[in-house]
């Protein structure tokens, strides 16, 4: 073994072997080191940050929003190349901040809710007119001023009527010779008769044997004089109305109706009103008859119910504010989302459905819609049962499917249209300013949304708001809420401005926050829609 060792070339030949093997210990863990230093470096480079106020805003490395200065958040990649290249995709955290809540769609049993405006009025059949049946002069009124109440038989004026005098001396011959000729006498007091005086009245001047220079005019009907047509002193021939009487026992409750509405009211169909006037009144009636015309002016026709009224609570001119449940069974175990998950664009109207998974990603889906169901919408087609779509916060994913040039609500092609700046990306223009830093962009598609206030009450005014909004060129769709006195439009704001809107709006008789309904229109609407405190 010593003579191995002591040979110089086996000395020299291990030692390059242990030379060499320790060139390999050092040098590989270096690579593996540098490969795996490479390979940290290109996943931190492949990920993404974001904005969670503005998702649409895309970095490859952590820092501040260009538009907020908040901290960018790292954006989830899982599921990414699944995820459809037309989606939107949110951060959790993003949905959060923004709001955006969604539902998952079901069937239902479709109830059509109508809210009607009208008011008391007295009903027409019991409306009567006290005429005097003789010709003369008023000698006296024994009613003299409207509101007041009659009573069948009650004495209303004392006239005198030379033709009832003369009527009363004929009454007095002819009774000498009834026996003889009764035909005379019967005319005689038939004559009277026809001029309304009761058996009472002629066997008392019969009796007595004097003629009554004046003669009572009594009530044939009870009621309410509604006007009083005479004064003392005046002359009145026969036929002539002295008051004017409504019997207010049984009273009408008219209400307006759009012609929208009227094929969900039918005669017979029950309605819940309650009367402004009368605080915690509560009031069940039957429709009896809907008006066959519309009004060429409001657009709406009369609806009316006729109710008992004991006590006389109901008086003509109250308010009254009714509710119609109605049944669509044509429309039975079909879908029904809510009002706030529809974007309308006035030829189109389109929801926001969220794809399957914990991710809040979303595309965009056009949809057929039924009736209107106050704060909801029959579907007719483009969903199914089962789906999840976003109900609250669908104006948010809108607008960052637009900035991001994906199919959304005014551009159902996608793509974004230059508008001539280069906002949100970090890099210079051709001009070399960066303006990253804008804090207002401007959407791509030329699409804009925003809040206006308008003065209102009821849901007249909400159609008459949305229709002078609509009506405007440009304008894709207007939703205006009585709660808030918010109107949201949506407009093309190369075709027009929010002032324009604000224009056509107070022209129809409603105040915005910067126009001012003329005085001369605002007193044409109806008394419901009334909003100015004077």
């Given at each position: 073994?010593?003579?191995?060792?002591?040979?110089?070339?086996?000395?020299?030949?291990?030692?390059?072997?242990?030379?060499?093997?320790?060139?390999?210990?050092?040098?590989?863990?270096?690579?593996?080191?540098?490969?795996?230093?490479?390979?940290?470096?290109?996943?931190?480079?492949?990920?993404?940050?974001?904005?969670?106020?503005?998702?649409?805003?895309?970095?490859?490395?952590?820092?501040?929003?260009?538009?907020?200065?908040?901290?960018?958040?790292?954006?989830?990649?899982?599921?990414?190349?699944?995820?459809?290249?037309?989606?939107?995709?949110?951060?959790?955290?993003?949905?959060?901040?923004?709001?955006?809540?969604?539902?998952?769609?079901?069937?239902?049993?479709?109830?059509?809710?109508?809210?009607?405006?009208?008011?008391?009025?007295?009903?027409?059949?019991?409306?009567?007119?006290?005429?005097?049946?003789?010709?003369?002069r008023i000698e006296k009124l024994m009613v003299n001023f409207t509101g007041e109440t009659v009573q069948k038989g009650q004495t209303l004026a004392i006239i005198y009527s030379p033709d009832l005098v003369t009527a009363?001396?004929?009454?007095?011959?002819?009774?000498?010779?009834?026996?003889?000729?009764?035909?005379?006498?019967?005319?005689?007091?038939?004559?009277?008769?026809?001029?309304?005086?009761?058996?009472?009245?002629?066997?008392?001047?019969?009796?007595?044997?004097?003629?009554?220079?004046?003669?009572?005019?009594?009530?044939?009907?009870?009621?309410?004089?509604?006007?009083?047509?005479?004064?003392?002193?005046?002359?009145?021939?026969?036929?002539?109305?002295?008051?004017?009487?409504?019997?207010?026992?049984?009273?009408?409750?008219?209400?307006?109706?759009?012609?929208?509405?009227?094929?969900?009211?039918?005669?017979?169909?029950?309605?819940?009103?309650?009367?402004?006037?009368?605080?915690?009144?509560?009031?069940?009636?039957?429709?009896?008859?809907?008006?066959?015309?519309?009004?060429?002016?409001?657009?709406?026709?009369?609806?009316?119910?006729?109710?008992?009224?004991?006590?006389?609570?109901?008086?003509?001119?109250?308010?009254?504010?009714?509710?119609?449940?109605?049944?669509?069974?044509?429309?039975?175990?079909?879908?029904?989302?809510?009002?706030?998950?529809?974007?309308?664009?006035?030829?189109?109207?389109?929801?926001?459905?969220?794809?399957?998974?914990?991710?809040?990603?979303?595309?965009?889906?056009?949809?057929?819609?039924?009736?209107?169901?106050?704060?909801?919408?029959?579907?007719?087609?483009?969903?199914?049962?089962?789906?999840?779509?976003?109900?609250?916060?669908?104006?948010?994913?809108?607008?960052?499917?637009?900035?991001?040039?994906?199919?959304?609500?005014?551009?159902?092609?996608?793509?974004?249209?230059?508008?001539?700046?280069?906002?949100?990306?970090?890099?210079?223009?051709?001009?070399?300013?960066?303006?990253?830093?804008?804090?207002?962009?401007?959407?791509?598609?030329?699409?804009?949304?925003?809040?206006?206030?308008?003065?209102?009450?009821?849901?007249?005014?909400?159609?008459?708001?949305?229709?002078?909004?609509?009506?405007?060129?440009?304008?894709?769709?207007?939703?205006?809420?009585?709660?808030?006195?918010?109107?949201?439009?949506?407009?093309?704001?190369?075709?027009?401005?929010?002032?324009?809107?604000?224009?056509?709006?107070?022209?129809?008789?409603?105040?915005?926050?910067?126009?001012?309904?003329?005085?001369?229109?605002?007193?044409?609407?109806?008394?419901?829609?009334?909003?100015?405190?004077?």
């Amino acid at each position: 073994m010593k003579k191995i060792f002591s040979n110089q070339t086996f000395r020299y030949i291990l030692f390059g072997a242990a030379g060499l093997l320790l060139g390999w210990a050092l040098f590989h863990t270096s690579s593996q080191k540098e490969e795996a230093h490479d390979h940290a470096a290109e996943e931190a480079k492949s990920e993404i940050w974001t904005c969670s106020m503005h998702p649409h805003i895309r970095m490859d490395e952590p820092g501040k929003c260009p538009i907020c200065a908040m901290d960018l958040i790292p954006v989830s990649q899982s599921g990414g190349a699944e995820m459809d290249a037309t989606a939107i995709h949110f951060t959790k955290e993003a949905a959060q901040l923004a709001n955006v809540m969604t539902s998952v769609v079901s069937t239902q049993k479709p109830v059509k809710e109508v809210r009607l405006y009208g008011k008391v009025e007295a009903d027409e059949r019991l409306l009567h007119s006290q005429v005097s049946f003789l010709s003369g002069r008023i000698e006296k009124l024994m009613v003299n001023f409207t509101g007041e109440t009659v009573q069948k038989g009650q004495t209303l004026a004392i006239i005198y009527s030379p033709d009832l005098v003369t009527a009363q001396q004929e009454l007095l011959e002819a009774a000498k010779t009834k026996d003889s000729q009764p035909e005379i006498y019967e005319a005689a007091k038939e004559k009277l008769r026809q001029w309304k005086l009761t058996e009472t009245q002629i066997s008392a001047i019969e009796n007595s044997g004097q003629v009554k220079a004046n003669m009572e005019i009594t009530a044939t009907s009870g009621g309410i004089v509604t006007a009083r047509r005479v004064n003392n002193g005046d002359y009145v021939s026969q036929g002539s109305v002295l008051y004017d009487v409504s019997d207010l026992s049984r009273v009408w409750v008219q209400f307006d109706a759009y012609e929208s509405d009227l094929p969900f009211l039918k005669k017979g169909g029950k309605i819940e009103f309650t009367i402004q006037a009368l605080p915690g009144s509560a009031y069940t009636g039957t429709i009896a008859f809907i008006d066959p015309f519309i009004d060429p002016v409001n657009r709406v026709a009369k609806v009316r119910v006729e109710m008992g009224n004991p006590g006389g609570k109901l008086k003509p001119g109250m308010f009254a504010t009714g509710l119609v449940n109605a049944n669509l069974d044509e429309y039975n175990n079909q879908l029904v989302i809510p009002r706030s998950a529809v974007l309308w664009t006035g030829k189109r109207s389109v929801v926001y459905v969220k794809q399957p998974g914990e991710e809040p990603i979303f595309h965009l889906r056009e949809v057929e819609l039924g009736p209107a169901l106050g704060n909801s919408y029959v579907v007719i087609s483009g969903l199914a049962d089962g789906e999840e779509i976003v109900t609250e916060g669908a104006f948010s994913v809108d607008a960052a499917a637009q900035l991001e040039g994906k199919p959304s609500m005014m551009n159902p092609a996608g793509g974004v249209v230059s508008t001539g700046h280069n906002h949100g990306t970090g890099e210079p223009t051709a001009g070399g300013e960066d303006h990253s830093a804008h804090q207002n962009q401007t959407v791509s598609t030329g699409g804009e949304h925003q809040n206006i206030k308008v003065s209102g009450n009821c849901e007249m005014c909400k159609d008459r708001i949305e229709t002078a909004a609509k009506s405007v060129a440009g304008v894709a769709s207007a939703d205006w809420s009585a709660e808030t006195k918010l109107l949201h439009v949506s407009f093309d704001g190369a075709k027009t401005n929010i002032d324009a809107i604000q224009k056509a709006i107070a022209a129809v008789g409603h105040d915005t926050e910067k126009f001012k309904a003329p005085d001369e229109v605002y007193k044409t609407l109806p008394v419901c829609c009334f909003y100015r405190n004077n």
